[in-house]
C-alpha cells in the first residue's frame, strides 16, 4: 500500500531516472489530458510532497499524481514496455501515463490523480499539507499543534488526516496505535503528555526507515514475515501478548477503513464510535 516512503522512494528513482532529460514522447490516458503533448520539454526535478507526486517540467509546468491505494509508476526501457511485471499491472487499461526520454519510460498505473498544473500554482495542490515527515519542511511541533487541534477526534483519524501530518496511512496508522498502546478510537486529546511527542517522533523514525526498502518494516525482528506488529495479522496472536489481533473500521462513512489492533495491548475504546464529524462541519 502506497504510503509516505512509498512515494519517497517513487519519486527519488524516477527523478534519477529523467532529471535532466528530454521527453521524446508522452501519452496521458485520461480525458482531461488526452491532447497533451510535453514531448521536447526537460523534466527538471521529481519531488514528493507527502503522499503527492510533483513532476516539474521545463515551461513551469507541474504534472501532479497521487497514487491513492493501488497507483504505481514504473520504469522501463528507452520505448513503452509491454508489460512491467507479473501482477497483472501490466494491463493497457490500468495504463494513465507514460512518459519516455531517449534512455527511460515512466509509466504510471491506476493513478486516481493526474493532472498537469502551473508549477507556480502547486501550492493550490498540495499547500492544504501538514509537516512532511519525510521532507525538509518536517517540523514535529507544528505537526503536534496540529494533531491537538481537534483533542476529541479518534487518534486513528487524527494521524491519517494528511492536514495534521502528511506521509502516514493505512498501515502506519495501525502500527503507531499499536506502538503508542492506545485504542485507536482513543480521542487524541487523551493521550498523557509526552506521548504525542513520542508518537510523532517514532512516526518519523519509521519512515525514515523504510524510505529506501521494498519491504515495509516496524518490528526489530528480521524475518519477513514478522515485520510488523499488527496490521495485516488479524486473528493471529499479538507478538506482546498472544491475545488475537482484531479490526474495526475508523473514518467517514463515505471514506470507511480498516484498522488492526490488539484489544489487551491497546486498551480503550473497543469498539468504532458514530462516524466523526469536525468542528464547525
Known amino acids: ?23 521524446t514522447h508522452t501519452d496521458f490516458r485520461v480525458p482531461r489530458l ?7 520539454r526537460t523534466v527538471l526535478e521529481v519531488i514528493p510532497r507527502g503522499k503527492h507526486l510533483l513532476m516539474r517540467v521545463e515551461g513551469g509546468l507541474t504534472v501532479h499524481s497521487h497514487l491513492g491505494m493501488e497507483g504505481a509508476w514504473r520504469l522501463g526501457g ?8 507479473g501482477d497483472g499491472s501490466d494491463r493497457a487499461d490500468q495504463i494513465r501515463a507514460v512518459l519516455g526520454t531517449a534512455e527511460h519510460t515512466a509509466i504510471g498505473y491506476r493513478l486516481p490523480l493526474l493532472e498537469l498544473i502551473r508549477t507556480r500554482a502547486e501550492h493550490g495542490a498540495v499547500g492544504h499539507l501538514g509537516p512532511d515527515l519525510l521532507g525538509p519542511d518536517w517540523d514535529p511541533a507544528e505537526a503536534e499543534r496540529r494533531l491537538l487541534v481537534d483533542p476529541e477526534r479518534p487518534l486513528a483519524e487524527a494521524l491519517l488526516d494528511q492536514r495534521n501530518l502528511a506521509g ?5 496508522a495501525s502500527e503507531l496505535c499499536f506502538l503508542a498502546r492506545s485504542s485507536p478510537w482513543a480521542p487524541v486529546g487523551s493521550l498523557p503528555a509526552p506521548l504525542p511527542t513520542r508518537l510523532l517522533s517514532t512516526a518519523h523514525r519509521l519512515l525514515e526507515a523504510n524510505k529506501d526498502r521494498l519491504a515495509r518494516r516496524t518490528t526489530r525482528d528480521p524475518h519477513r514475515d514478522r515485520a510488523l506488529y499488527v496490521y495485516g495479522r488479524e486473528r493471529r496472536p499479538c507478538r506482546r ?37 469536525p468542528a464547525g462541519g
Open 168 to 172: 502516514i496511512g493505512n498501515v502506519y
Open 78 to 85: 528507452p520505448a513503452p514496455a509491454k508489460r512491467a511485471g
Open 34 to 40: 488526452a491532447t497533451v503533448d510535453l514531448s521536447g
Open 1 to 23: 500500500m502506497p504510503e509516505g516512503d512509498t512515494v519517497w522512494r517513487t519519486a527519488h528513482r524516477l527523478h534519477e531516472a529523467l532529471a535532466g532529460r528530454t521527453l
Open 241 to 277: 501478548c498472544g491475545t488475537p489481533i482484531t479490526t474495526g473500521g475508523y473514518g467517514p462513512v463515505d471514506r470507511r477503513r480498516t484498522i488492526w489492533y490488539c484489544p489487551h495491548c491497546q486498551p480503550g475504546p473497543a469498539h468504532p464510535p458514530p462516524p466523526h464529524t
